[in-house]
């Protein structure tokens, strides 16, 4: 089992930066793929970005591709996700999650563990 803590949410204006950090403790970090979801009051979760084990592959959703950085640090047991550009529309509450063995899909189905979220508000 794994457990994941996200950091890094806040308030910013339209065209700012965030950076949001995931630690995870318990089980081998490194034999896990990450994603970052999100989830817009009223909507359902959909998928940001992913990773894999090692890093050398990311996924984007096309609404975030371009402005967001999906990276990850083996060694600190920690995936980040590097916000540029934001746009109101993402404000939304940000999750991490963890896929065991997993290839860094955009299913949520597919991730076991997941963290208590922070909230990204972007105002215009």
């Known amino acids: 089992q794994v457990q994941l803590v996200e950091s890094g949410g806040g308030a910013v204006q339209a065209g700012g930066s965030l950076s949001l950090s995931c630690a995870a403790s318990g089980r081998t970090f490194s034999l896990y793929a990450m994603g970052w979801f999100r989830q817009a009051p009223g909507k359902e979760r959909e998928f940001v970005s992913a990773?894999?084990?090692?890093?050398?592959?990311?996924n984007y959703a096309n609404s975030v591709k371009g402005r967001f950085t999906i990276s990850r640090d083996n060694a600190k047991n920690t995936v980040y996700l590097q916000m540029n550009s934001l746009k109101p529309e993402d404000t939304a509450v940000y999750y991490c999650?963890?896929?065991?063995?997993?290839?860094?899909?955009?299913?949520?189905?597919?991730?076991?563990?997941w963290g208590q979220g922070t909230q990204v508000t972007v105002s215009s």
């Open positions: 990773i894999n084990w090692s890093g050398g592959i990311s």
């Open positions: 999650a963890a896929d065991w063995y997993g290839s860094g899909t955009i299913r949520i189905s597919d991730y076991e563990y």
